[in-house]
């Protein structure tokens, strides 16, 4: 806690400073060659460095760069070649991860599916984007894909009944029983249990572990959550605060995402661990998933109420203490903030590898760019998600030889 409360004290502390930076020096540098400075505090107040994934900062780092007067031309040169290059092998596994998804046909047999291969892959390179991680970023596409698509299911698609039958079916984790359920629930079972114990026969070749048994626990863990908000609409449930972010940390799917995570990316895999991950919550796992939670609420839960969903976490904080939209929403801020502090402490103590530790924040890092103007999955072409993929993935950095 005594490291928590210094990190806060040398935010407050620094954002004052750059505050007073801007306001005693706007005038003066306006029209010099140093414009570059202004840009980067402003950035800096507004997206921290410590939030913001590498990749799209480097692309945004690189253009600033080329305004300094003293910058080193070859320099330059080199860091948009390797950007340049980087990308490029990015593209080439788009096409892949791409190959792979149309091969499903899940967008022909169920046309509900959104295509959203490209902004999953996006999250990945958020998380890895060096080249040597093309198999955890082959992964995790797929792994968010399958949670997009339950979660459309959870959402809007299945009945209460037939969620409760499919809930039950994957917890049991039997192909025997998918007769039981409709057409197009049996099609998305099969492909989440074709796709989840291919993950566990790869771990289990590479790493001598069985870790199906916690994939299947956190998968349910999962759907129980999902099934719970879908109750909530259904009844117009109004949870309290408390009840609704122990519901919705799970929901977040980001146990869900860390324990896959975790089992394909570290040597190591102890049965600690795993329980750690996927069932004790660890901080690091508790904190990210508050943040995902959190900033996803901000971003969606207006327009989701306008349609008719159950409350999140803004709603349910005004419902309980009587706090209006703007002082709810300035609460849920906080708790972000006091998350990631959770996450920076804990990245010096944590007993789980550095590599997972580090691998949790950048997912978080992933978050704060997707949900910062708004539902950047589920409308992507509206907060500005479509722009860094460009920027990311598909618009190399100009550069003279």
């Not at 928590?4 to 007073?20: D, G, H, I, P, V």
């Not at 566990?200 to 916690?214: A, F, H, S, T």
């Not at 901080?283 to 508050?290: E, F, G, H, L, P």
Request: hydrophobic share 40%; net charge negative; with cysteine.
């Amino acid at each position: 806690m005594d490291s928590e409360f210094k990190l806060k004290e040398a935010r407050s502390f620094e954002n004052e400073r750059l505050t007073e930076f801007i306001a005693e020096n706007s005038t003066t540098i306006l029209g010099t060659n140093e414009t570059y400075i202004l840009d980067m505090v402003k950035r800096a107040l507004v997206n921290p460095y410590h939030w913001s994934t590498r990749r799209k900062e480097a692309r945004w780092y690189i253009v600033v760069y080329q305004r300094k007067h003293d910058m080193d031309p070859l320099l330059l040169k080199f860091a948009a070649l390797d950007f340049n290059i980087l990308q490029a092998n990015h593209q080439q596994e788009l096409k892949l991860i791409s190959s792979w998804w149309n091969s499903t046909e899940l967008m022909k047999q169920l046309d509900f599916v959104r295509d959203r291969i490209t902004e999953s892959y996006f999250w990945t390179i958020g998380i890895f984007y060096e080249p040597e991680f093309k198999y955890y970023r082959k992964i995790l596409t797929k792994l968010f894909m399958l949670i997009a698509i339950m979660d459309d299911i959870y959402d809007i698609y299945g009945t209460l009944e037939e969620l409760e039958i499919f809930t039950n079916v994957v917890e049991r984790w039997d192909v025997n029983l998918v007769e039981r359920l409709p057409e197009y629930m049996q099609i998305c079972f099969l492909f989440l249990y074709n796709e989840i114990n291919q993950i566990g026969y790869d771990v289990l070749r590479d790493k001598g572990r069985n870790i199906i048994p916690y994939l299947k626990q956190v998968w349910t863990d999962l759907f129980k959550a999902f099934l719970t908000e879908a109750k909530w609409y259904k009844t117009g449930h109004k949870p309290s605060f408390n009840e609704y972010m122990q519901n919705g940390l799970i929901s977040s799917s980001v146990p869900t995402i860390l324990l896959h995570l975790f089992s394909i990316l570290c040597d190591q895999i102890s049965d600690q661990n795993l329980t750690d991950v996927s069932i004790n919550h660890h901080s690091i796992v508790r904190s990210s998933a508050t943040i995902l939670r959190l900033a996803n609420d901000l971003a969606t839960s207006t327009e989701e109420m306008a349609r008719g969903d159950s409350p999140k976490s803004v709603q349910c904080y005004m419902y309980e203490t009587g706090a209006n939209e703007d002082a709810a929403r300035e609460q849920i801020q906080s708790m972000i903030i006091d998350s990631w502090d959770v996450i920076n402490s804990a990245a010096h103590t944590s007993s789980l590898p550095s590599g997972f530790v580090a691998a949790a924040a950048n997912l978080n890092r992933v978050v704060q760019c997707i949900y910062q103007h708004g539902d950047g999955h589920g409308c992507p072409e509206k907060a500005k998600t479509v722009d860094h993929i460009q920027s990311v993935l598909f618009n190399p950095v100009p550069f003279q030889m």
